[in-house]
């Protein structure tokens, strides 16, 4: 796997992989992510999340992959002492408990002695699981396995953690759990790559994202910068739509139920509301409500997978659209 510099936590170029029977499940990936950042991976079934993530943890071998892991070529092996992994469906010693199992990766990862067990109790606190640090994990439930997964993934305090569906079968309360640690540990320097398919989950906590879509990325960037075009500010007023609305460029308005109105500025920019909101103040309307709208992670997901032209979404093994292009910001 050729490397080359870069400031990059993970820089990719050229990735691909071909399965058995002309499967392309990655096609010419690019993907950059920032030091200290969360990044998020997400695309329909199919799309190939789950390769990628192997390919850059070495489960995967790839047909072709350029790029680093932390400055060093994808699989140098110091560099992937310094990287946190929790695999997508992981399985645990289930004859181990809690704590033997956090400690045996650690030693898999040379974690001193000592160093061992005063971290495993305090990553068991961390995820709420320290009452269930004796107990065998074949006690455990799936969430609770999920939990002590992503422990585990934290024992040799690394510098990039990647998680394959870290939240999978974990309740409400848990993923609100590891949400709040993923926001932790960024505070302290870490880089996330979190691969989910919890789009809520992701828009809270993702400081970028990436979009695949049949094994190439669609889209990559910030929230801000993929739903530029859709962010406005929308103003509910009672009574029906000022007359001047439709003279105004990057104005419209539309007629809502109860004897309301909703006033849409096109725009991030807060200043031209400033003038719409006097107006509308000197002829005494009543302004029910005022705020800033763009779309969701959800809405930009469905945007990538279907195809503009059919409306059709994209399914796993179809073949991909020749027009589609990889767009985003990278740096």
């Not at 505070?187 to 398919?197: A, P, W």
């Not at 994202?209 to 889209?219: D, F, S, Y």
Request: with cysteine.
């Amino acid at each position: 796997m050729k490397s080359q510099s870069s400031d990059y936590a993970i820089d990719l170029h050229d990735v691909r992989k071909i399965y058995r029977g002309k499967i392309h499940a990655l096609r010419d990936i690019q993907m950059q992510v920032h030091p200290g950042e969360i990044f998020g991976l997400l695309g329909p079934n199919g799309a190939g999340k789950s390769t990628l993530v192997k390919i850059m943890m070495t489960v995967v071998r790839p047909n072709r992959a350029h790029g680093t892991i932390l400055g060093k070529s994808i699989g140098h092996k110091r560099t992937l002492a310094r990287v946190g992994y929790l695999p997508e469906h992981h399985r645990l010693p289930s004859y181990l408990t809690g704590q033997q199992v956090l400690e045996f990766y650690a030693a898999l990862a040379h974690v001193p002695g000592g160093v061992r067990k005063k971290r495993s109790r305090e990553l068991l606190k961390t995820m709420g699981m320290d009452d269930w640090g004796n107990k065998k994990v074949s006690s455990y439930s799936k969430g609770m396995m999920q939990r002590i997964g992503l422990a585990q993934a934290l024992m040799n305090d690394p510098d990039l953690i990647v998680l394959d569906e870290p939240t999978d079968g974990v309740d409400p309360v848990g993923r609100r759990d590891i949400r709040d640690v993923l926001l932790e540990l960024r505070e302290m320097g870490k880089t996330i790559f979190l691969n989910s398919h919890l789009l809520s989950e992701l828009e809270m906590v993702c400081d970028r994202v990436a979009i695949l879509v049949q094994g190439e990325v669609a889209t990559q960037g910030t929230l801000d910068d993929l739903t530029r075009e859709s962010q406005r500010y929308e103003i509910i007023i009672a009574g029906t739509a000022p007359s001047w609305i439709e003279t105004k460029s990057g104005l419209r308005a539309e007629t809502l139920d109860d004897d309301r109105c909703k006033v849409i500025i096109m725009g991030a920019d807060p200043q031209p509301i400033q003038t719409v909101l006097d107006q509308l103040r000197q002829e005494n309307r009543i302004i029910l409500s005022v705020q800033p709208v763009r779309e969701t992670l959800e809405d930009l997901f469905m945007r990538a997978i279907t195809d503009p032209a059919t409306g059709e979404i994209s399914s796993p093994g179809a073949s991909p659209n020749s027009n589609r292009k990889s767009k985003g910001v990278r740096a």
